[in-house]
């Protein structure tokens, strides 16, 4: 078969982190090349580079073997690159049908354009690929899912010759994701060739024939998918092989009343009917696919998205939380999934970071704050958490992921939390820092803490939650007690 | 290895660098001002040797200042959170126009000059207050977008001002008000002192207090801040007060200064305000505080507007030089950026060619 | 008691079912019918005012709001804002006419493609600084506002000029038809074509659907290959073009060339846009709704003179109406901003 594309010694830098370094890929036509690595390895900078999106300080393209330098965006769609983005990048204005024509006119260099032609250009799509969306909706009144397949539709109404594909089943269930790879299949008889992007082992053992693995910005290893175990691939994507050994904090021996109790809390559309407990020094895990509403339930505890029904007690104590100050009034932490735009605050220092949800602690007479106080609280965080700078007056953008991460940690230990609630803490950190973190909260558990993590990275929940909740659809879906937590269970839960 | 040696040898030169020059690289946009300064005001003395450089005129311009210097503090410190305050120079008028309709009042009601000065200043004061607060409830709870929410109620502002005065200016101030408007303190007129005054406290509010830092963050990343506990609302709305808050202090100044005041008054002062909060280093997108930026750009404009005025330039020709100000601002930033990113890019690619020629010499070996 | 509840809920679903079907993509809906309440209230406390001459004054007034709201609109749906184009406008207009009286010469045609060039030119610049320089639109578009106005004033001309010429004068005096006894000038012709012309692009062109997609989501359009700082540029070039044609038919109506006209009236023109349904956020808006936005605008104000009520208020009022307008959209988008839903209906999982 072949090459269709090259991409030879990308090499990308930001600010002053190397994000790749001469990177060299390729991809055949009608074979499945699959990107895999870790959050932060490079994957996604990688695509945008090869879409056009952001510029590559050095390297090329080529394309069926002629070198096409650095494309431009339009360069790469008028070769027949197409990328279905991690972010989805739809527009939610716009309906579904024209979403998914978009793509097509702007190939087509339309100058006019007519809604009819857009929406037989999606029907047909949405066909093919046997799936059931409703064309007129406006895109920002549907669902995670549906979105997801939005964008799917979207990069295959065009004759595609290199199909990037950037995590495409983090919404989707074990059906769609079966039609999904009906339709790679049928891809790859026509010769397109597919980069799939994953960081779910069984996914990319199910899709893919080829591995590329990236790690720190740089291939580390390249072969046949048989060449690859499943232990074998996680290894050369860490660099190191996660025990899925339990590894749990000691609970505590009196009885205390329970960090958190969640009594049968809903909020219209998103989820009800949830109720669960969280035991002092107890780490509860809380997993579901994306969509499934298990980040809802977290915001909603403490208090971003308000429960219309239902009862929330902390430590024992019933708390109305209707805004994020009740719930951190209430004793609530909360890491949130978005580390970049929800956790920290790029451009200012590590110590504003650190002091921002403890203002009123450091704050003295007249709302002016102690800046000695100040001071002390930050230096405690930075070496409570190991945080690496030379300086906490530095902006929190010269940190590392896993460093903005122990930030963002940081800030809601210095509130003295009784519940902390984590989404996805150890997303896009490198595991020197995940290990740090990950011990972090069994020894924050040990001071008897409750800890409510979502997470669906399998080994984490093994090794560090006492129990494992279930989320679908907005609605609990069962539990694993202590000695039923094991990576196969949870596993078998998540995909059935 | 390599990189660690480089490291140190980066920090060692830090340490070598005069304490001075770290400072000046601090606070660069600062110190620029300060020069662009002082490079103006001798440029015009050079040109009107006999009239400029006076303390006369110094004295002219000092006074000219503070009105137009605090409604661009208070556009400043909108833009902090990522919003803008286009009803200021409305609020200052409404204020003075109350300030001098009481002043004839309470004085005609038997007040004492004292008396009926506090009251009218009180009163000024709160309405600017109140002003903000009608601001910042809007934006706020019903989620109007700063500009829209400004804009109109600039026209309410403005409409209540031409609705009670029929149009017409109000004339005359409490005799202290005007000995406040007109006299001097150490040469230096009192207005100015109160200017003075009003950027060190909103300087340290906005620094040093709870507030100021909540509202910092708010403007860095509303999400980021809100998660963080950091109510929007309060931040919000405290912010808009204290913007209406400074605007009724240029509103008490002006009236103090012209000893009248109307709703038309200064319909240019919103342009200039706000090239002056640019210029001052304030970022409409929010997340930058620049108090003393604003007062030192307030001081430039004045410079250049005294000096234009003073070689017969007509007010036109002031009007497009603030444009091209405000929009040099960005163009200059976005070409700075721009040519730095470029050197970087270019040093980065040697940087790798001898890292690559490096390892090649060491397989070679 | 309980069925009572029941039945009331069910009417209001009912209700609500119907409305979201003919409420229009941007309200457009509850602006006609608060247009019509308007002239409700009108026909109950000053029946003798609801006239063909009040219809005659209102399509009068609001068609320059029109014209300029227009250019307006593109910018917001793109989502930008723009406060520059009353100064384009009197720009254009004032040194069309200024340029045809040094030269002495006359025509009909000409001096409206001349104003909406030189609108061209001087939107130029909100191009160069918004697509080139990435500069917040507001503060460049004020950056421009005072440049343009200020060149106008000091190298173009600050006097008042009484007289047209006669060409010109004649199409300000001429009209089409009669509404009681208001004049319905033929340029009414005109901007009711260039409004058609607009709304047929922003709906079926690849360009107008680009503005959406960038107003929705500037990244996602770049990502499938829209260029967006070439939109960019044709938006604001666009923008400057109505606005000159604009600037010429304020003149041409007015009968007069004052330099310092339309500077000011950007609220409400602005208001009339984000009242129409335009999203201040950008990737709303129609022609349809800015329309009625004009329509309201112009309604109030007549209104108000046809109410006696003293001019000294006039301003005061109009601003309440805009703010409260504005509030309303903002609530209105505020509100179905919806989270996306998780659950399904309940009646599906029960």
Known sequence: MPLA??????????????????????????????????????????????????????????????????????????????????????????????????????????????????????????????????????????????????AICRALALDVKVLFMDEPTTALTWREIDSLSRVV?????????????????????????????????AVVKSGAAAEFTPDTLIESLLGYLPSEERQLSALPVEDKAPALEVHEIGRNDLFEGVSFEVGAGEIVGLTGLLGSGRSEIAESIFGILPIDTGEIRVAGQAKPIGSV?????????????????????????????????SLDKVSGRGGFLDSGQMARASQHAVEKLGIKTDNPANPVSSLSGGNQQRVVLGKWMETEPSVLILNGPTVGVDAGSKAVILDILRLTAEQGTGILMISDDVPELVS???????????????ALEMDEVSPERIRERLDR | MSIDTGRQASRSVEQATPPWALAVKRNGSTFGLLSLALVLAMAFSAINPDSYATLLNVESIAFSIPEVGLMALAISVAMTIAGIDL??????????????????????????QLTATLIAVAGGLLIGVLCGLLNGLVIAKLKVAPILTTLATMQIFTGVAVAITRGEAAYGVTDPLSSFGYNSLLGVPIVFWLFGVVVVAVWLLMTKTKYGVSSTMMGASRTAAEYSGIAYTWVVTRTYVLAGLISAVAGLVLVSRTASASAGYGSSYLMLAITIAVLGGANPFGGRVAVVGAALAAIVLQLIASGLNMMGVSTYIYQIVQGLILVGVFVVAFERKRVSEAISRRRRRANAQTSQTNQQKEHQK | MKAYTRRSRGARLRVHEIWDRYKGENHE?????????????????????LTMTFVGDIIRSGIVTLALALGLLLVIISGGMDVSFPAIAIFSGYATITVMNFFGVDGALW????????????GSLNALFVARYRMETLIASLGTQVIIRGVLLAFIGSVYISTLPAQLDAIGASSIMRLGNSPVNILVLPVIALAFLVSWMLRKTMFGRSIYAIGGDRESARRVGIRVP?????????????????????????????????????????????????????????????????????????????????????????????????????????????????????????
């Open chain 1, 185 to 217: 299949e049928q891809l790859k008889a026509d010769g397109v060739a597919i980069v799939f992007v994953s960081h779910k082992t069984e996914e990319v053992f199910m899709m893919s024939d080829r591995i590329t693995v990236l790690r720190n910005g």
């Open chain 3, 230 to 350: 070439s939109v960019q540029v044709r938006i604001y070039l666009i923008a400057g073009a109505l606005a000159g044609f604009a600037g010429m038919v304020h003149v041409v109506l007015s009968r007069h060339a004052s330099p310092f006209e339309l500077v000011g009236t950007e609220l409400n023109v602005i208001a009339a846009v984000v009242i129409g349904g335009a999203l201040d956020s950008g990737g709303r808006g129609s022609v349809k709704g800015t329309v009625y936005g004009v329509l309201l605008i112009s309604l109030v104000q007549n209104s108000l003179v046809r109410l006696g009520v003293s001019s000294y208020w006039h301003v005061l009022v109009v601003g309440v109406v805009v703010l409260v307008g504005v509030a309303i959209q903002a609530q209105a988008s505020s509100r179905e901003a919806k989270t996306t839903r998780i659950l399904e209906s309940t009646e599906a999982s029960a």
């Open chain 3, 111 to 122: 001096p409206f493609l001349l104003a909406s060039i030189m609108g061209i030119a001087l």
């Open chain 2, 87 to 112: 009803s200021t120079v409305a609020v200052a008028n409404l204020t003075a126009i109350f300030i001098a309709w009481y002043s004839r009042v309470g004085v005609e009601q038997g007040q004492g």
């Open chain 1, 5 to 150: 594309l090259q991409a030879k010694g990308i090499t990308k830098t930001y600010g002053g982190v190397k994000a790749l370094t001469e990177v060299d890929i390729d991809v055949r036509a009608g074979e499945v090349m699959c990107l895999a690595g870790a959050n932060g390895s490079g994957k996604s900078t990688l695509i945008k580079i090869i879409s056009g999106v952001e510029t590559a300080d050095a390297g090329h393209i080529e394309m069926d073997g002629v070198d096409v330098g650095r494309p431009s965006v339009t360069d790469s769609i008028d070769l027949g690159i197409q990328v279905i983005y991690q972010d989805m990048s739809l527009f939610p204005n716009l309906t579904v049908a024209e979403n998914i024509a978009m793509s097509a006119r702007v190939k087509a260099r339309s100058k006019v354009v007519r809604v009819q032609a857009a929406r037989s250009i999606a029907a047909r799509v949405v066909e093919r690929l046997g799936l059931q969306l409703s064309l007129d909706e406006k895109v920002e009144n549907i669902s995670v899912a549906d979105r997801q397949l939005v």
């Open chain 1, 325 to 357: 100050q009740e719930g951190i009034e209430a004793g609530i932490g909360y890491v949130p999934e978005d580390r970049l735009t929800q956790g920290v605050i790029l451009e200012q220092s590590i110590e504003s970071n650190l002091i921002a949800a």
């Open chain 1, 464 to 478: 560090v939650c006492h129990r494992v909740l279930f989320v679908r659809r907005g609605r609990m879906d069962g």
């Open chain 3, 29 to 49: 809906t509850a602006l006609l019918l608060l247009i019509l309440a308007l002239l409700g209230v009108m026909a109950i406390v000053e029946p003798s005012a």
